[in-house]
C-alpha cells in the first residue's frame, strides 16, 4: 500500500482548470497502490458522485472538499514575481504585456492576475471531516455561488464563518492554507507578520485545530525554498503542515491539455508566451515521487528526518479525513421528501 494521500485534487468539473475526469484520477490513485484520495474541484462539488463512485469500485476511501476564491480578509503583501521559469524563458523571452491582448486577456488567467489585471483573488482548500462538515461545505458552496456575480463566485471570510465555523470548531471541516492563499502570498512577499494576521484570522473563525497549512512545491526554480519557508512558518506558529500536489491531470502527459485550458479561460492564443508551467509535475504523482519532494523541503527547511514528519502530518489529516459515502453521505440511500414545507404544515 502507498501511505501518501493527495488532499488538493482537481477534476475536470473545474471548469477549465482540472484535465482528468474523476473516474481517471481514482484509477491512477489505485494504480500507485494508493488506498485514499481527495477531490477539492474548484467552485463546486459537481463531481463529488461520480468520484464517489469511482472510489467505491476501486476500493479507495474518498475525501472530499473544495478549492474556494476568497476575498482578501486584510492587507496583502505585494508580490514578487516569483513565479518557476516559464517554457517562454527557456527559450526566447519576449517582453511581458503591460496591457490585456486583444479578445479579453487576464480572466482569471495568469497565476497573478484576474479580470483587468489586478492581482488574483487568494484561493483556500476547505475539506469535510466528517457528514456534518460536508453539509457545511454545501451550504457554504451554495451561499458563495449567491452571494458572487454569476460565473465568478467568490466567498469570503464571513461566509466561512457563517456557514463552516461552527462545523471546524466541532472537528468536522478543516482548511488548507497554501502557497495562493493570503497566508502563502504574505510568505511570498517575505511579510511574515502579515502571514500571522491571516493565520490568526482564519483560527479565530475556524478554530486552531482546525487550520492547516498546504506546502507544496513542483519542483520549478525556488518551489523548495519557497515550500520551505511554509514549513517552516508553520513550525514557528505551531501549526500543523500537510504536503500537496495541487493536482490538476492524472499523468504528467495531460500537461498539455492544462495548457489549453489555461488559454480558454485567458481568452488568449495557445502560445509558448502564455504558457506559465515549467514542468509537468501538477501530476498525481505516486507516493515514492511525493516522498522525494517532502525529503528535498524538508532539508531545504533545516530538518534532518527526510520530510518524514510532514508525511506523517499529511497521512494523519487524510485519515480524519476520510468519510463513507453512505453513512456519512448518504449517497445510495434512500431519500425521501420532508412532509414539513416551510415550517406551515403543508405537504
Known amino acids: 500500500m502507498d501511505p501518501f494521500v493527495h488532499l488538493h485534487v482537481a477534476s475536470g468539473?473545474?471548469?477549465?482548470?482540472?484535465?482528468?475526469h474523476p473516474h481517471v484520477l481514482v484509477e491512477r490513485a489505485a494504480e500507485h497502490g494508493m488506498d485514499t484520495l481527495a477531490l477539492t474541484d474548484r467552485d463546486g462539488m459537481y463531481g463529488v458522485v461520480k468520484f464517489a463512485t469511482a472510489c467505491r469500485k476501486a476500493g479507495i476511501r474518498p475525501v472530499f472538499g473544495v478549492d474556494l476564491a476568497i476575498a482578501p480578509a486584510g492587507p496583502v503583501a505585494s508580490r514578487p514575481d516569483h513565479r518557476s521559469q516559464s517554457l517562454r524563458e527557456q527559450g526566447r523571452r519576449t517582453p511581458?504585456?503591460?496591457?490585456?491582448?486583444?479578445?479579453?486577456?487576464?480572466?482569471?488567467?495568469?497565476?497573478?492576475?484576474?479580470?483587468?489585471?489586478?492581482?488574483?483573488l487568494p484561493r483556500?482548500?476547505?475539506?469535510?471531516r466528517d457528514g456534518r462538515g460536508w453539509a457545511a461545505l454545501c451550504r457554504l458552496v451554495s451561499a458563495t455561488h449567491l452571494a458572487g456575480e454569476r460565473g465568478t463566485p467568490v466567498s469570503s471570510l464571513d461566509l466561512v464563518a457563517q456557514y463552516a465555523g461552527a462545523a471546524a470548531q466541532s472537528g468536522a471541516v478543516a482548511v488548507l492554507l497554501g502557497p495562493a492563499s493570503e497566508l502563502g502570498r504574505a510568505l511570498a512577499?517575505?511579510?511574515?507578520?502579515?502571514?500571522?494576521?491571516?493565520?490568526?484570522?482564519?483560527?479565530?473563525?475556524?478554530?486552531?485545530?482546525?487550520?492547516?497549512?498546504?506546502?507544496?512545491?513542483?519542483?520549478?526554480?525556488?518551489?523548495?525554498?519557497?515550500?520551505?519557508?511554509?514549513?517552516?512558518?508553520?513550525d514557528e506558529v505551531r501549526a500543523s503542515a500537510v504536503l500537496t500536489n495541487v493536482v490538476r491531470y492524472a499523468d504528467r502527459a495531460d500537461a498539455p491539455t492544462a495548457d489549453v485550458l489555461d488559454a480558454a479561460r485567458r481568452?488568449?492564443?495557445?502560445?509558448?508566451?502564455?504558457?506559465?508551467?515549467?514542468?509537468?509535475?501538477?501530476?498525481?504523482l505516486s507516493g515514492k515521487e511525493?516522498?522525494?519532494?517532502?525529503?528535498?523541503?524538508?532539508?531545504?527547511?533545516?530538518?534532518?528526518?527526510?520530510?518524514?514528519?510532514?508525511?506523517?502530518?499529511?497521512?494523519?489529516?487524510?485519515?480524519?479525513?476520510?468519510?463513507?459515502?453512505r453513512a456519512?453521505?448518504?449517497?445510495?440511500?434512500?431519500?425521501?421528501?420532508?412532509?414539513?414545507?416551510?415550517?406551515?404544515?403543508?405537504?
Do not use: K
Open 96 to 120: 511581458s504585456r503591460r496591457t490585456p491582448a486583444r479578445g479579453g486577456a487576464f480572466l482569471d488567467g495568469h497565476p497573478d492576475r484576474h479580470p483587468g489585471g489586478a492581482p488574483s
Open 290 to 325: 511525493m516522498a522525494e519532494v517532502a525529503a528535498e523541503i524538508a532539508r531545504m527547511a533545516g530538518r534532518d528526518d527526510d520530510g518524514r514528519a510532514l508525511l506523517a502530518r499529511t497521512r494523519t489529516e487524510a485519515e480524519r479525513c476520510a468519510v463513507d459515502p
Open 267 to 284: 481568452l488568449v492564443a495557445l502560445d509558448a508566451r502564455h504558457v506559465d508551467r515549467v514542468n509537468a509535475e501538477a501530476a498525481l
Open 328 to 347: 456519512d453521505l448518504g449517497i445510495g440511500e434512500v431519500h425521501f421528501p420532508e412532509l414539513m414545507v416551510g415550517g406551515n404544515g403543508s405537504s
Open 13 to 20: 468539473y473545474s471548469l477549465r482548470h482540472g484535465a482528468s
Open 124 to 128: 483556500v482548500v476547505l475539506l469535510a
Open 189 to 234: 512577499g517575505r511579510r511574515p507578520d502579515l502571514a500571522r494576521d491571516h493565520l490568526d484570522r482564519w483560527r479565530d473563525v475556524l478554530g486552531r485545530d482546525a487550520v492547516v497549512v498546504e506546502v507544496v512545491s513542483h519542483r520549478g526554480q525556488g518551489d523548495a525554498a519557497r515550500a520551505a519557508r511554509m514549513l517552516g512558518f508553520a
